[in-house]
């Protein structure tokens, strides 16, 4: 009888074993889901105004903020929506929305990142921010351009003090590293 006892207690015990692990399992995607809201890297998107001149005012750009998420897929999607709401059923021009260039608060296009997007590519036109949102002023560590443009970084609002080129990529910006106070794309080949 004692036997029959210890194996059924065993047995109990490995049932209850098997069931925490399958508990631990059905809970760990609502544990994983709380951690994604409470994560520190976002990744934002923002249309940038299209300027010919490099004339572009802190007040062409006040009002403008970045619309962020939790994934690069998420941001992709945005910009693609934004397309898709520019055509009207009207519309014998589709527009568009081209990425212009993507700035990273980390080196080697690492952490939070801010895409910046356009209607048009930087083929004979100029995109400028002469003041980055709160949030990413100051805070920008690596960029890139996209296949037309090439950026210029300055450390002062409305394109002032030193700069530096992107042509098209700079992994890391040495001792720019959370300086960039406004930005401009323009057609590859083009310096700042």
Same mark, same amino acid.
């Given at each position: 009888?004692?036997?029959?006892? %210890?194996?059924? *207690?065993?047995?109990?015990?490995?049932?209850?074993? %098997?069931?925490?692990?399958?508990?631990?399992? %059905?809970?760990?995607?609502? *544990?994983?889901? +709380?951690?994604?809201?409470?994560?520190?890297?976002?990744?934002?998107?923002?249309?940038?105004?299209?300027?010919?001149?490099?004339?572009?005012?802190?007040?062409?750009?006040?009002?403008?903020?970045?619309?962020?998420?939790?994934?690069?897929?998420?941001?992709?999607?945005?910009?693609?929506?934004?397309?898709?709401?520019?055509?009207?059923? /009207?519309?014998?021009?589709?527009?568009? #929305?081209?990425?212009?260039? %993507?700035?990273?608060?980390?080196?080697?296009?690492?952490?939070?990142? &801010?895409?910046?997007?356009?209607?048009?590519?930087?083929?004979?036109?100029?995109?400028?921010?002469?003041? &980055?949102?709160?949030?990413? $002023?100051?805070?920008?560590?690596?960029?890139? /351009?996209? #296949? *037309?443009?090439?950026? @210029?970084?300055?450390?002062? @609002?409305?394109?002032?003090?030193?700069? &530096?080129?992107?042509?098209?990529?700079?992994?890391?910006? /040495?001792?720019?590293? $959370?300086? +960039?106070?406004?930005?401009?794309?323009?057609?590859?080949?083009?310096?700042?």
């Amino acid at each position: 009888m004692r036997g029959m006892h %210890v194996k059924r *207690t065993r047995m109990i015990a490995a049932t209850a074993a %098997v069931l925490l692990i399958q508990l631990s399992l %059905v809970a760990a995607p609502a *544990t994983a889901a +709380v951690a994604d809201r409470t994560r520190t890297v976002e990744h934002c998107a923002i249309e940038v105004p299209s300027d010919d001149t490099e004339t572009t005012t802190d007040s062409d750009t006040a009002d403008l903020q970045p619309v962020c998420f939790f994934t690069e897929e998420e941001v992709e999607a945005y910009i693609e929506e934004s397309a898709n709401a520019g055509r009207g059923s /009207g519309a014998s021009v589709a527009a568009a #929305s081209v990425v212009l260039g %993507v700035v990273y608060k980390d080196i080697n296009y690492g952490g939070s990142s &801010l895409t910046l997007f356009a209607s048009s590519d930087c083929n004979g036109t100029t995109h400028g921010f002469p003041t &980055l949102s709160s949030g990413w $002023d100051n805070s920008i560590s690596s960029a890139k /351009g996209s #296949s *037309t443009c090439w950026l @210029t970084l300055y450390t002062a @609002t409305s394109y002032g003090g030193s700069r &530096l080129n992107c042509t098209p990529n700079c992994a890391s910006i /040495g001792s720019w590293n $959370d300086q +960039v106070k406004s930005i401009i794309f323009r057609q590859t080949g083009l310096y700042g």
